[in-house]
């Protein structure tokens, strides 16, 4: 790395620098598909009414029918991960997103984008890259984010987002004769990721709501196991 990265006042590699930022995107990989848009067993198990109320509930009578929703519910929560695990990863996700990287953290990151293009260390580097990190802090939405503004939003680029952007440059960006990548094209890929992340978190909460209202409709359902006549046919 070069000086601009200041490897020394780190001692961090860029792999890990980049391994250690980028892991909130990867934290739910290896979880069950969850879809609660489409007409999927799990929405229908998990959809409430303007109440809150599991409709699932309301609209199923038989004690049979009752049962199945137990058994569906059962193996569908089973096959989740725990809820301290969902919890866990929505705090960390969380925390990424309202986390505000310092100035020599954006700058480091900066010249690690600068290292990976092969951009010579001199001192017109040196001033994008601290031009880069001060405008890192105040970032306006991008063009999705402002279709889905919310009173969470944030206005700075959080460290996984500047390293997904940063990621994205590396494989991506053309040849540009030694000069670094316009800064309004770092800041748009880094919006770009910025909403990636808050759409993870927003993924994490859909697993977390899911699970407590399959719980639900466990509790409510353990009861309704169907009657079984004397004379069926079973070995106990």
């Not at 969902?86 to 990424?96: P, S, T």
């Not at 939003?153 to 540009?176: G, Q, Y």
């Amino acid at each position: 790395m070069t000086e601009i990265a200041t490897r020394t006042e780190t001692g961090l590699s860029v792999a890990k620098v980049m391994t250690t930022a980028l892991a909130p995107y990867r934290i739910i990989e290896g979880w069950p598909r969850l879809d609660l848009i489409n007409d999927t067993p799990e929405r229908k198990l998990t959809w409430v009414d303007s109440n809150g109320e599991l409709t699932v509930l309301r609209t199923t009578t038989d004690k049979a029918k009752r049962w199945e929703l137990n058994c569906q519910a059962y193996a569908l929560q089973g096959a989740m991960p725990d809820m301290p695990e969902i919890i866990a990863a929505h705090k960390v996700v969380d925390h990424a997103i309202k986390t505000l990287p310092t100035y020599r953290e954006r700058k480091m990151l900066a010249g690690m984008l600068l290292d990976g293009l092969g951009i010579k260390a001199e001192e017109a580097s040196a001033t994008y890259a601290e031009a880069l990190a001060w405008t890192l802090e105040h970032v306006a939405p991008g063009e999705e984010e402002r279709h889905r503004r919310t009173a969470d939003c944030i206005d700075h680029i959080p460290a996984p987002a500047i390293a997904a952007a940063i990621d994205w440059l590396w494989r991506n960006h053309a040849e540009t004769y030694g000069r670094p990548p316009p800064i309004h094209l770092v800041l748009e890929k880094c919006t770009k990721f910025r909403a990636e992340l808050c759409r993870v978190r927003h993924r994490i909460a859909d697993y977390g709501h899911a699970h407590k209202r399959l719980g639900q409709l466990i509790t409510a359902t353990n009861g309704d196991i169907p009657d079984v006549a004397d004379d069926a046919d079973v070995p106990f």
